[in-house]
């Protein structure tokens, strides 16, 4: 018997016997152990050599490395850190809600009430500042957006400041905001506050640079006692700005009577270039329950807050209403960052109506969204009217920030 010509089919007559047939046929033994490529190849049966692949062509190459590039880039550019700080609308709290089971606002030591209707304290959220950098996709996605603003970093951030520096303003900010807003909600409702009145410096280039001095306490504004910050306030908003006026203070526990020269306040009255730091006594306990919140905006939703707690009327009435503003201690309202991204989340958060501070009014117009109505306010007694009239369906007449 013949030799067989291909190792594969030796391999197939060994396994099967001498007498076996051969697994490959004679027909195919032409091509039996050849690449499945080069038969595919020549599926004609021509016998030619199958053909080389092609190289490929230069404009090829090219736009594939064009194409990687661009792919490079694009990535580069999603994940590229940039100098700008995008401010969008934040969450909102109800200051007449709870938190974790608990009342927002709590209050002991005297008689609170039940209400209904949401008060909602609007906020902003800032990326791009220390420690939350933001990237083109997300500079670009603010450039779009009616309710986000795009500014340069250092517009908002002051430079160089560090996260937890940030944070420990911010807190700060939102514990003197309380503690204004507290006393502001109480003498608003009839209660008296007092407080010691203790000077935490004075104002370069005023009169009383250089009089008084860290650590006096203030007992008497020209001969009248002064037994509370508000107090204060009245007595140098009806005194001409230049008098000479005497200050009666404590100064390591002895009396001691300083004359400081008043200067001019910009909204009238007399301004005494006195930091004070008042230590109120508070009439009844309140607690306020809110920490991931920062900053001195949350004043004003605060008092009305307080109000709405302490007095029998249920002055919301079912309504949502939203507001921002910062509390002086004497009621003042005064203007905040982000108004636009304020109003815009009220909206989304099912208020109807908004209090804004009437400083705010020029950025206000225009930016309202639809179904949203704002009404400007400059006091807390302007608030708690704005409130009552809004729960007893008689707001149609509230001064807004066009008219």
């Given at each position: 018997?013949?030799?067989?010509?291909?190792?594969?089919?030796?391999?197939?007559?060994?396994?099967?016997?001498?007498?076996?047939?051969?697994?490959?046929?004679?027909?195919?033994?032409?091509?039996?152990?050849?690449?499945?490529?080069?038969?595919?190849?020549?599926?004609?049966?021509?016998?030619?050599?199958?053909?080389?692949?092609?190289a490929?062509?230069?404009?090829?190459?090219?736009?594939?490395?064009?194409?990687?590039?661009?792919?490079l880039?694009?990535?580069?550019?999603?994940?590229?850190?940039?100098?700008?700080?995008?401010?969008a609308?934040?969450?909102?709290?109800?200051?007449?809600?709870?938190?974790?089971?608990?009342?927002?606002?709590?209050?002991?030591?005297?008689?609170?009430?039940?209400?209904?209707?949401?008060?909602?304290?609007?906020?902003?959220?800032?990326?791009?500042?220390?420690?939350?950098?933001?990237?083109?996709?997300?500079?670009?996605?603010?450039?779009?957006?009616?309710?986000?603003?795009?500014?340069?970093?250092?517009?908002?951030?002051?430079?160089?400041?560090?996260?937890?520096?940030?944070?420990?303003?911010?807190?700060?900010?939102?514990?003197?905001?309380?503690?204004?807003?507290?006393?502001?909600?109480?003498?608003?409702?009839?209660?008296?506050?007092?407080a010691?009145?203790?000077?935490?410096?004075?104002?370069?280039?005023?009169?009383?640079?250089?009089?008084?001095?860290?650590?006096?306490?203030?007992?008497?504004?020209?001969?009248?006692?002064?037994?509370?910050?508000?107090?204060?306030?009245?007595?140098?908003?009806?005194?001409?700005?230049?008098?000479?006026?005497?200050?009666?203070?404590?100064?390591?526990?002895?009396?001691?009577?300083?004359?400081?020269?008043?200067?001019?306040?910009?909204?009238?009255?007399?301004?005494?270039?006195?930091f004070?730091?008042?230590?109120?006594?508070?009439?009844?306990?309140?607690?306020?329950?809110i920490?991931?919140?920062?900053?001195?905006?949350?004043?004003?939703?605060?008092?009305?807050?307080?109000?709405?707690?302490?007095?029998?009327?249920?002055?919301v009435?079912?309504?949502?209403?939203?507001?921002?503003?910062t509390m002086?201690?004497?009621?003042?309202?005064?203007?905040?960052?982000?108004?636009?991204?304020?109003?815009?989340?009220?909206?989304?958060?099912?208020?109807?109506?908004?209090?804004?501070?009437?400083?705010?009014?020029?950025?206000?117009?225009?930016?309202?969204?639809?179904?949203?109505?704002?009404?400007?306010?400059?006091?807390?007694?302007?608030?708690?009217?704005a409130?009552?009239?809004?729960?007893?369906?008689?707001?149609?007449?509230?001064?807004?920030?066009?008219?």
């Amino acid at each position: 018997m013949p030799e067989p010509s291909h190792p594969s089919e030796t391999v197939a007559r060994a396994q099967a016997g001498a007498d076996a047939e051969p697994l490959v046929s004679p027909v195919d033994d032409r091509v039996a152990g050849a690449d499945p490529a080069a038969v595919d190849a020549d599926a004609d049966g021509d016998g030619a050599a199958p053909d080389a692949p092609m190289a490929p062509s230069p404009r090829s190459v090219t736009l594939s490395i064009a194409v990687l590039v661009t792919l490079l880039l694009l990535t580069v550019l999603v994940f590229l850190r940039v100098p700008y700080a995008v401010s969008a609308p934040g969450p909102t709290r109800d200051t007449l809600g709870e938190v974790d089971g608990r009342p927002l606002i709590e209050v002991e030591g005297t008689a609170t009430y039940e209400s209904t209707g949401e008060l909602l304290l609007t906020t902003v959220s800032v990326a791009g500042g220390p420690g939350y950098p933001v990237t083109l996709p997300q500079v670009v996605a603010g450039w779009v957006s009616s309710a986000r603003t795009v500014r340069p970093v250092e517009a908002v951030f002051a430079p160089d400041i560090t996260q937890d520096q940030l944070d420990q303003q911010n807190q700060a900010a939102m514990t003197s905001s309380q503690e204004s807003a507290t006393v502001a909600a109480l003498e608003e409702l009839g209660y008296e506050v007092p407080a010691e009145l203790l000077v935490a410096g004075a104002v370069e280039g005023t009169g009383a640079a250089g009089v008084v001095q860290e650590g006096d306490v203030l007992v008497a504004f020209r001969g009248e006692p002064v037994e509370s910050y508000t107090a204060l306030i009245g007595a140098l908003d009806t005194t001409e700005p230049g008098t000479t006026v005497t200050l009666s203070v404590l100064r390591d526990g002895k009396p001691l009577d300083l004359d400081v020269v008043t200067g001019e306040r910009p909204d009238g009255g007399s301004q005494l270039g006195v930091f004070i730091d008042p230590q109120f006594d508070l009439p009844v306990d309140v607690t306020i329950r809110i920490d991931d919140i920062g900053g001195p905006s949350a004043g004003l939703m605060f008092a009305l807050g307080i109000v709405d707690h302490l007095t029998p009327e249920d002055e919301v009435a079912g309504e949502v209403v939203a507001g921002t503003g910062t509390m002086d201690v004497d009621g003042a309202v005064g203007p905040i960052g982000g108004i636009r991204q304020k109003l815009a989340g009220a909206e989304r958060d099912g208020a109807d109506w908004f209090l804004a501070p009437s400083d705010n009014c020029a950025e206000v117009v225009g930016h309202v969204p639809d179904g949203l109505r704002v009404v400007r306010v400059a006091t807390l007694a302007e608030g708690r009217d704005a409130i009552e009239a809004i729960g007893a369906g008689t707001a149609d007449d509230l001064a807004t920030c066009t008219g």
